[in-house]
């Protein structure tokens, strides 16, 4: 009978130390196999070069190592790489690297699949399978680094954590995964490079203010407009947004942050002077940053790209409420880079 029961990288150092001093070894070898596991970021027992082998084979025999492959990756012609991820239990995710002139931001994700089934994502269309495992949030960022410095010898210098899933319905595993990324003693990014998008789980806003982790926050808004939220975005209906604007108040009063408010413009959905208006009026709440982006039509939803004009109307209004408006460049656009839409082709 198989008896291991757990990830090794779901163990604490405490836990691999008690494990190894149960076997009789050494207790410096807990931490050689902590750095392989979370600063090396080793994939499989043969990664632990100074390991030796009869302890391998014991931690071969107790634990698993579920770790992510990379199925394939597709180059858009802007730059954009989008990695289909495989985990051990054959289930797909996605992450993409994206460039701009002296930054290359990786997006990645939380869960397989997603509960939240918001309208315009190809993601929700899939449903929830499971969360991911800290190992495997970060073994995204080890996958994706690996490859970039192998193409430009360049390092993933942001991170966003924007891809499949809703991170705060996985908050263990997320913080988790990003503190071994932030830590000096593991991977050392600066918290400040990184940003954690939710879709509004106002208990998960109020949770990752706790952390004062010097992470950012966005919020995946969408739309100001609470009845048409509660349409496109069915999260709204457990998290109304008096809720939703408690806890962001809160994140700033935690953390003096600036929050940002991620807004996909759909055409004659979103994007009219109205829904301009009551957007100015959410933000009046907090200090914010909005960013508009450009739609990535999927064959699967109804909606479509507001056009040049509409977009610019509804930039202006919000310009001209003292906002600042960033409009990001549609990414990808002929590699279905939109969360979840690649998966969901190699899913059909
Ligand atoms: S947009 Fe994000 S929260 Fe909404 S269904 Fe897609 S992955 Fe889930």
């Known amino acids: 009978m198989d008896k291991k029961t757990k990830d090794i990288r779901d163990l604490s150092l405490d836990e691999i130390n008690h494990f190894i001093t149960q076997q009789g070894e050494k207790a410096f070898r807990a931490k050689q196999i902590d750095q392989w596991l979370w600063k090396n970021g080793a994939r499989e027992w043969n990664d632990m070069k100074n390991i030796p082998n009869n302890l391998l084979e014991k931690l071969s025999e107790n634990f698993h190592f579920k770790s992510l492959s990379t199925l394939t990756h597709i180059v858009s012609t802007d730059g954009t790489t989008k990695f289909l991820f495989e985990t051990h239990d054959k289930k797909h995710i996605e992450g993409v690297l994206i460039f701009s002139r002296d930054r290359v931001t990786a997006c990645i994700s939380t869960q397989i699949g997603c509960a939240l089934n918001c309208g315009f994502c190809a993601t929700g269309k899939l449903g929830l399978y499971r969360d991911l495992s800290a190992g495997e949030i970060f073994d995204q960022i ?19 954590v924007m891809g499949m899933g809703e991170a705060f319905l996985n908050f263990e595993n997320s913080m988790k995964a990003l503190e071994k990324i932030t830590l000096p003693k593991y991977l050392g990014m600066s918290p400040r490079r990184i940003t954690v998008s939710t879709a509004g789980v ?28 509660r349409e496109i975005m069915p999260v709204t ?64 939803a109804d909606f479509k790209a507001s056009s040049e004009e509409q977009k ?18 549609s990414k990808g656009d002929d590699i279905a880079a939109a969360c979840g839409q690649l998966a969901l082709k190699n899913k059909k």
Not at 149 to 158: C, H, Q, V, Y
Not at 202 to 227: Q, V, Y
Not at 254 to 262: D, L
């Open 142 to 160: 080890i996958l994706m680094n690996e490859h970039l410095i192998s193409i430009s010898k360049r390092a993933i210098t942001n991170i966003v």
């Open 237 to 300: 209906k457990s998290n109304p947004f008096n809720e939703i604007i408690d806890a962001l108040k809160y994140f700033h009063q935690k953390t003096g942050e600036r929050i940002t408010m991620e807004y996909l413009l759909l055409k004659d959905v979103n994007d009219s002077l109205e829904q301009a208006k009551a957007l100015a009026e959410f933000c009046k709440n907090f200090p914010v940053k909005i960013n508009i982006i450009n739609y990535n039509s999927t064959d699967e």
């Open 312 to 329: 610019n109307r509804f930039v202006k209004f919000l310009e001209s409420k003292n906002i600042i408006v960033n409009i990001r460049a």
């Open 202 to 229: 106002a208990d998960g806003i109020r949770k990752f203010a706790d952390l004062n982790s010097g992470m950012h926050l966005a919020l995946s808004l969408h739309t100001a407009d609470e009845t048409l939220r």
